[in-house]
Structures are given as structure tokens and as C-alpha cells.
């Protein structure tokens, strides 16, 4: 039962330009929300979070947001570089308990 | 260096061959999980640890051990493999209380149950 999902499985932008990853979540009662980036070999790595008790966060450029009564997460990254070819993974926590999207692979084009 | 080593990174073995995959932190975190991932379903969460001595279940629990015997240890047990296990596999820890929730994850094992 996937409770976290993440509709576009890819995205390209070109450099310079916005890139808006979304996902969306069914349980109302996940009290952290989260994105990681994953390079091919290597453990996801945390790129930013936000709290169920907040609609905006940001972290130079990055920017997410969460919308409670639509039940939909974003991330914003503005603008996009050649290093933010990934794949991004949103996360919902709940105590500890995680479940994660499928992942969103980001190429970025000069 | 602040970081979360596993081992073996990679393994074949065979179906029903008893296997640990160790994951080691040294960053004094409460918190450390294990994850699978697999194509087109992302991470998911087999078991967590919130503390030495306390496990739970994550979605996909079946067919896997841990045990949280020290703090910086958090080893992964498959007592009977089976090729549905073959997958990627990524150890994770946290420190309870970070403001932003976040999880260093180790480099991941591949494993491959023939």
C-alpha cells in the first residue's frame, strides 16, 4: 500500500531554470516530511525537511513546500545546475517510521 | 570522519544460507534503520531502532532479523534468503531530537540470493 507517491518518474530542465518535484501523501498523521538526492553508488543524502506544523522551508536553493489539506509535497529548486542531476526521493515520517517515494530521476541540460 | 559503514558492500550467496550484513555508526546517534530499494518502489523501511535494545517493524519486515545490542551497531540478519531478497539494501542513523529529522545513510550492500 503505497502511501507515498511520486507521479513523474523524470524531469528535465535545462540550467538555470526551476525544477519542481512533487509528492503526494494519503495520512494526515505524518508529522515530518522530507527530501533526500541519490547519485548512482551511493547512499541518499538529506537535502531538506519540513514540519507538519509549517507550509514553507528554506535552505539556500532549495525550497519546500507542504500543503496539508491537499495532502502534497514539493520542492523547489531555483535555479538548477548540472550537479542536481539525481534522483530525489521524498520521505514522510511518523515516530521514526519512514516510507518513501519511488523517486523522481532530475537531469539538469546545459 | 562522521559516517555509517556497512558490510559486506557487496554478496552473492545462495537460498537458505544463513548471511549478516553489519552496520556500524560513529556518530552516538539513538536512531538507526534499514532500508531496501528496489526499481520503481523506492526505499522502503524493513526495521528501525529508536534505541539500544528497542526494534520495530518497518512496511517489509519478513525475512529479516536486527538486533540493537550497543548503540553504534545495528546488524541486518537474513536466516533464510531467498532470491525475492536479492536488492539493494541501505543502513541509516539519526540523532533523536535533530531539528531537521535527518538520516545519514550508509554506502549500501547489493546482495544477490541465487
Known amino acids: 500500500d503505497q502511501q507515498v507517491k511520486q507521479n513523474s518518474p523524470s524531469l528535465s530542465v535545462q540550467e538555470g531554470r526551476i525544477s519542481i518535484l512533487n509528492c503526494d501523501y494519503t495520512?494526515?498523521?505524518?508529522?515530518?516530511f522530507l527530501w533526500y538526492k541519490k547519485y548512482p553508488a551511493e547512499g541518499p543524502t538529506f537535502l531538506i525537511s519540513?514540519?507538519?506544523?509549517?507550509d514553507k522551508n528554506e535552505d539556500g536553493r532549495f525550497t519546500v513546500f507542504l500543503n496539508k489539506s491537499a495532502k502534497h509535497l514539493s520542492l523547489h529548486i531555483v535555479p538548477s545546475q548540472p550537479g542536481d542531476s539525481a534522483v530525489y526521493f521524498c520521505?514522510?515520517?511518523?515516530?521514526?517510521?519512514?516510507?518513501f517515494g519511488a523517486g523522481t530521476q532530475v537531469v539538469v541540460t546545459p | 570522519e562522521a559516517q555509517v559503514t556497512q558490510n559486506p558492500r557487496y554478496l552473492i550467496t545462495v537460498t537458505g544460507k544463513k548471511l549478516t550484513v553489519t552496520c556500524s555508526q560513529n556518530?552516538?546517534?539513538?536512531?538507526m534503520s534499514w532500508y531496501r530499494q528496489d526499481p520503481g518502489l523506492g526505499l522502503r523501511q524493513i526495521y528501525y531502532?529508536?534505541?539500544?535494545?528497542?526494534?520495530d517493524k518497518g512496511d517489509v519486515p519478513e525475512g529479516y532479523k536486527v538486533s540493537r545490542k550497543e548503540k553504534r551497531n545495528f546488524p541486518l540478519i537474513l536466516e533464510s534468503p531467498s532470491p525475492n531478497q536479492t536488492s539493494l539494501y541501505f543502513c541509516?542513523?539519526?540523532?533523536?531530537?535533530?531539528?531537521?529529522?535527518?538520516?545519514?545513510f550508509g554506502p549500501g550492500t547489493r546482495l544477490t540470493v541465487l
Open positions: 519540513i514540519s507538519s506544523i509549517k
Open positions: 495520512n494526515s498523521m505524518f508529522d515530518y
Open positions: 531502532s529508536m534505541n539500544v535494545e528497542v526494534t
Open positions: 541509516a542513523s539519526r540523532r533523536t531530537g535533530d531539528k531537521n529529522n535527518e538520516q545519514f
Open positions: 520521505a514522510v515520517d511518523s515516530w521514526g517510521k519512514l516510507q
Open positions: 556518530m552516538n546517534h539513538e536512531y
